[in-house]
């Protein structure tokens, strides 16, 4: 029960990523607030949650239809979160997509979208949710950000762009977070390749396997990782286990960085 008493608001909770870090809360103890801008999937992924993780006083889990580019979603999802959970201590900005290519051939308007959902989306969720965050300290801020955040590569301008911001914009909470002495810690965690969804629409005329091959030998540890590698990371910075860590980023890139 690393999370007992915890209140978790989570986005892209449907699947992936999202899905993992979920259920691992509850099963330690946290109520979650699931977000998606699938609402039939998040539903059921709230539904086998609580069936799985039944709470004492109520449901464990709740579910949310949000689109994490609209500013006035964000106020009303976190709002109801809040009530039905009965407050909230730890933000996970998880969703996220790709999209783009080289600086040249990716058009503005997919641009302006990987920016929009993988960036704006954690400066709307952080602005909403410290004012609620606030008065059930300690809190902490988890932004999904991205190995990729951290080294470039030729043919990723937007995404590259879009998860740099999540990486400096997690610093730049956490410091404002402490300056004004609100008890509430932010920190950005960055994969290399997970077993998701996401790994769907790269897959080519590859079989799924074969992309994951390809992809594993450009790791050093010549696998890719598991959501749950992602959901225990994200466990550690939401406990309070991690009470003296914020600004900080946690590669989970099996050794890229170290290249």
């Not at 699931?34 to 799985?52: F, M, R, T």
């Not at 909403?128 to 932004?143: E, F, K, Q, T, V």
């Amino acid at each position: 029960m690393r999370v007992q008493g915890k209140m978790a608001f989570i986005t892209g909770a449907a699947s992936g990523l999202g899905k993992a870090s979920a259920m691992m809360l509850a099963r330690e103890g946290a109520k979650v607030a699931l977000s998606d801008i699938n609402e039939d999937g998040v539903k059921a992924v709230a539904d086998e949650i609580n069936q799985a993780y039944p709470g004492e006083d109520g449901a464990t889990a709740f579910a949310y239809r949000l689109d994490v580019t609209d500013e006035e979603n964000w106020k009303a999802a976190l709002a109801a979160a809040h009530e039905d959970m009965g407050g909230l201590n730890v933000l996970l900005n998880n969703a996220g997509i790709g999209g783009g290519t080289t600086v040249e051939d990716t058009d503005f308007e997919t641009w302006k979208r990987v920016h929009a959902v993988d960036t704006d989306s954690v400066f709307l969720g952080c602005k909403y949710a410290i004012p609620l965050m606030r008065d059930h300290a300690p809190g902490s801020i988890i932004n999904i950000s991205s190995i990729a955040g951290l080294i470039a590569g030729h043919n990723m301008a937007a995404y590259n762009s879009a998860k740099a911001g999540v990486w400096l914009l997690s610093k730049s909470v956490a410091l404002h977070c402490a300056k004004r002495g609100y008890q509430i810690r932010s920190n950005s965690i960055h994969p290399t390749f997970i077993d998701t969804p996401i790994l769907d629409g790269m897959v080519g005329a590859m079989s799924r396997d074969e992309l994951k091959e390809k992809l594993a030998r450009q790791v050093p540890l010549n696998t890719v990782g598991d959501p749950d590698d992602v959901a225990y990371a994200v466990l550690y910075l939401a406990s309070d286990e991690s009470k003296f860590m914020t600004g900080a980023e946690l590669k989970l890139d099996g050794g890229i960085s170290a290249m």
